[in-house]
T-cell receptor
């Protein structure tokens, strides 16, 4: 079965450093998403991306965050100047259409900011 | 504003018992979508079901069934004959945005423990 892959699975970074989390969505999917889950808390939507631009973003997704699809396969989340509260699991997901299809999630990237 | 409430923080059952996970939502939209996700101890998120607001038919998939009732704004999830492998955190989610199903509000989750 096709899957969404994420790298790294775990990253530890110093506060103030920049981090890039990478995702390879399923190849024929057109919609891409990032979510965040702080340890023990609920999943929170960050951003959705379609046709090489952000289609929706949440209040969490401020200027510190950016997303990019640098080539035909990767979808990245960049966090500039990380803060302690950015420590969380970040999930990438993709779907074939905006509606009517299953949303496939990656296994997550665990970010620890120290 | 949309809101999803999963009042049951933790549920513990013995294998083969049936268990229902409750989900109550709030929305002002007439068009919306409801979801259930499973997060096993390994941490990944698994999409289980999507239901739109115009389809109140109950759905059954193997041991899983979902009961959608607009009158009570509920979308409850029942696992029949539970198994140890069902142990996980289950999230209910709501999306009002009719252009993007991925923009969802999640509930706090219900941790289900199925004991052998």
């Amino acid at each position: 079965e096709p899957e969404v892959t994420q790298t790294p699975s775990h990253q530890v970074t110093q506060m103030g450093q920049e981090v890039i989390l990478r995702c390879v969505p399923i190849s024929n999917h057109l919609y891409f998403y990032w979510y965040r889950q702080i340890l023990g808390q609920k999943v929170e939507f960050l951003v959705s991306f379609y046709n090489n631009e952000i289609s929706e973003k949440s209040e969490i997704f401020d200027d510190q965050f950016s997303v990019e699809r640098p080539d035909g396969s990767n979808f990245t989340l960049k966090i500039r100047s990380t803060k302690l509260e950015d420590s969380a699991m970040y999930f990438c997901a993709s779907s074939e259409q905006a509606w009517g299809n299953t949303i496939y999630f990656g296994e997550g990237s665990w970010l620890t900011v120290v | 504003a949309q809101k999803v409430t999963q009042a049951q923080t933790e549920i513990s059952v013995v294998e083969k018992e049936d268990v229902t996970l409750d989900c109550v939502y709030e929305t002002r939209d007439t068009t919306y979508y409801l979801f259930w996700y499973k997060q096993p101890p390994s941490g990944e998120l698994v999409f289980l079901i999507r239901r739109n607001s115009f389809d109140e038919q109950n759905e059954i998939s193997g041991r899983y069934s979902w009961n959608f009732q607009k009158s009570t704004s509920s979308f409850n999830f029942t696992i029949t004959a539970s198994q140890v492998v069902d142990s996980a955190v289950y999230f209910c989610a709501l999306s009002e945005d009719n252009t993007n199903a991925g923009k969802s509000t999640f509930g706090d989750g219900t941790t289900l423990t199925v004991k052998p």
